[in-house]
């Protein structure tokens, strides 16, 4: 059974940080491409960063420079480092693999507003 639980979200100011925790467990994550994925209200999920196994990161433009993903294998972990925050960056962050599997987490609310 895979579980994905996201965590780290929250309210943050314009311009703020946040850093993203995504813990896995079952048949996902160890030779998996993860990633992160977000939706905002009324808006379809969009894929945000990846990264492989080995460690090679892939990110959407709109990210590129201000978020950095990486992962810690030994603990099925992956993380979202999240700086220079908008407020178009509000929504709802998933952690999945890469395509994704039908399991989904609850997400975690990121929430960019002065």
């Known amino acids: 059974q895979v579980q994905l639980v996201e965590s780290g979200g929250g309210l943050v100011q314009p311009g703020g940080s946040l850093r993203l925790s995504c813990a896995a467990s079952?048949?996902?994550?160890?030779?998996?491409?993860m990633g992160w994925y977000r939706q905002a209200p009324g808006e379809e999920r969009e894929f945000i960063a990846s990264?492989?196994?080995?460690?090679?990161?892939n990110y959407r433009n709109s990210v590129k420079g201000r978020f950095t993903i990486s992962r810690d294998n030994a603990k099925s972990i992956l993380y979202l480092q999240m700086n220079s925050l908008k407020p178009e960056d509000t929504a709802v962050y998933y952690c999945?693999?890469?395509?994704?599997?039908?399991?989904w987490g609850q997400g975690t609310q990121v929430t960019v507003s002065s």
């Open positions: 079952g048949s996902i994550f160890r030779r998996d491409i």
């Open positions: 990264i492989t196994p080995g460690g090679t990161p």
């Open positions: 999945n693999k890469i395509p994704p599997s039908r399991y």
